[in-house]
T-cell receptor, first 115, second 114 residues
Framework: GENVEQHPSTLSVQEGDSAVIKCTYS??????FPWYKQELGKRPQLIID?????GEKKDQRIAVTLNKTAKHFSLHITETQPEDSAVYFC??????????????FGTGTKLQVIP | GAGVSQSPSNKVTEKGKDVELRCDPI?????LYWYRQRLGQGLEFLIY????????KSGLPSDRFSAERTGESVSTLTIQRTQQEDSAVYLC????????????FGPGTRLTVT
């Protein structure tokens, strides 16, 4: 099955600096890579995603890059703010028969933005 | 519209008791997922449903865990003879059928086994 590794497990940055979280996956059939943000005590929520036919996607201060050959994908947050502090999960989605998807999550990165 | 709901929000039970956790997905979402999240840990896949069938049960930790889904709506996760290591937040998520749809998570059920 799919295996997703995520690094680092914790990350502290000064407010205004950039943060980068990296993930690798094992199954070349995975074709969709969402990123979820989970604030303390709350449910995970999608912040950005990328499909396998795209190399990069941006949405304001966040961007995701995908290298299919190396099976790497990364989340980039620029101009970090204290409200970016949360746990971030990467995931790899593998299509299944019938149009459904099997999603495997990384182990999470706890980001702390220091004011 | 309404999001994914789960009940109860908190459950404290004694070791050895059975518990039943409920998930109400977003209407029209045919895919439903259960995850376990231990304190400070990641999301551990348990099972997913396509409609009311469960093609992948590989994540269920033991035969004490089971799940069912009625049609394309409510799902229940049952843990029999609970153990202390079952203590965790159990999250449910639902999505539309398809390869590129967002999973919408419920608020979770915090299970504490004493």
């Amino acid at each position: 099955g799919e295996n997703v590794e995520q690094h680092p497990s914790t990350l502290s940055v000064q407010e205004g600096d950039s943060a980068v979280i990296k993930c690798t996956y094992s199954d070349s059939a995975s074709n969709y890579f969402p990123w979820y943000k989970q604030e303390l005590g709350k449910r995970p929520q999608l912040i950005i995603d990328i499909r396998s036919n795209v190399g990069e996607k941006k949405d304001q201060r966040i961007a995701v890059t995908l290298n299919k050959t190396a099976k790497h994908f990364s989340l980039h947050i620029t101009e970090t703010q204290p409200e970016d502090s949360a746990v971030y999960f990467c995931a790899a989605s593998n299509p299944r028969v019938g149009g459904y998807q099997k999603v495997t999550f990384g182990t999470g990165t706890k980001l702390q933005v220091i004011p | 519209g309404a999001g994914v709901s789960q009940s109860p929000s908190n459950k404290v039970t004694e070791k050895g008791k059975d518990v039943e956790l409920r998930c109400d997905p977003i209407s029209g979402h045919t895919a439903l997922y259960w995850y376990r999240q231990r304190l400070g840990q990641g999301l551990e896949f348990l099972i997913y449903f396509q409609g009311n069938s469960a093609p992948d049960k590989s994540g269920l930790p033991s035969d004490r865990f089971s799940a069912e889904r009625t049609g394309e709506s409510v799902s229940t996760l049952t843990i029999q003879r609970t153990q202390q290591e079952d203590s965790a937040v159990y999250l449910c998520a639902s999505s539309l059928r398809g390869a590129f749809y967002e999973q919408y998570f419920g608020p979770g059920t915090r299970l504490t086994v004493t």
